[in-house]
Structure formats: C-alpha cells, structure tokens
C-alpha cells in the first residue's frame, strides 16, 4: 500500500467519494503485465476486498467501479442488496462493457 492509500483509507471518506487508482496504469502502459497483475493483486487486497467488508457491512450505501480502456469502459454499481442475488450467473467481462 502506497503512502497516498494509507492517507486516503485513513482519512475516512463523506457520504460521496471519489478514488481513483493509477497503479495500474504505468504496467499497461509499459506492457508489463507480470507487473499489472501484481498491481492488481495489490489493489484487491488494499482496497477492494476492505470495500466489499465496508459493502457487506452495510457501512457503504452503494460502490460504483469504473474501469477505462482502450475497448471500452467497465462500469458497474454495487448495492447491498445486489451481493444476496445468488441466483444470478457471472457473467463474461466481456457483458459488462458498456461503451466502446
């Protein structure tokens, strides 16, 4: 965990927040993808995973990811409510994709 997410998780977030995670730019950019997969791993364990607590916990109303590319973006909105729909099938990455 970086110094700027240590400052950003302890700070506490208001009733809306904005974060935005670079660290995966700089392994995409440079191809590097032993790095961005580590990166990734790294943003998961720092910040995913604790949202999905605070999520599970009822101390967040609703988490929006939105995730740019060169082929679209990846933009989903989590409710509490949404994590009980057990019935639901995963779908492809590819589904997700709303705008090219």
Same mark, same amino acid.
């Given at each position: 965990m970086t110094e700027a997410d240590r400052d950003a998780r302890q700070a506490g977030f208001g009733a809306n927040a904005l974060l935005l @995670?670079?660290?995966l730019a700089a392994p995409a950019q440079a191809l590097d993808a032993p790095a961005w997969r #580590? #990166?990734?791993a790294a943003a998961e #364990?720092?910040?995913?995973? *604790?949202?999905l607590a605070a999520l599970r916990a009822g101390r967040l109303d609703g988490l929006r990811l939105t995730a740019f590319g060169d082929d679209g973006t990846f933009d989903i909105l989590l409710r509490p409510r949404d994590l009980w729909k057990v019935w639901r099938? *995963?779908? *492809? @990455? *590819? #589904?997700?994709r709303l705008a090219a």
């Open positions: @995670l670079d660290r #580590a #990166a990734l #364990a720092d910040w995913f995973m *604790p949202l099938r *995963p779908l *492809p @990455l *590819p #589904a997700w």
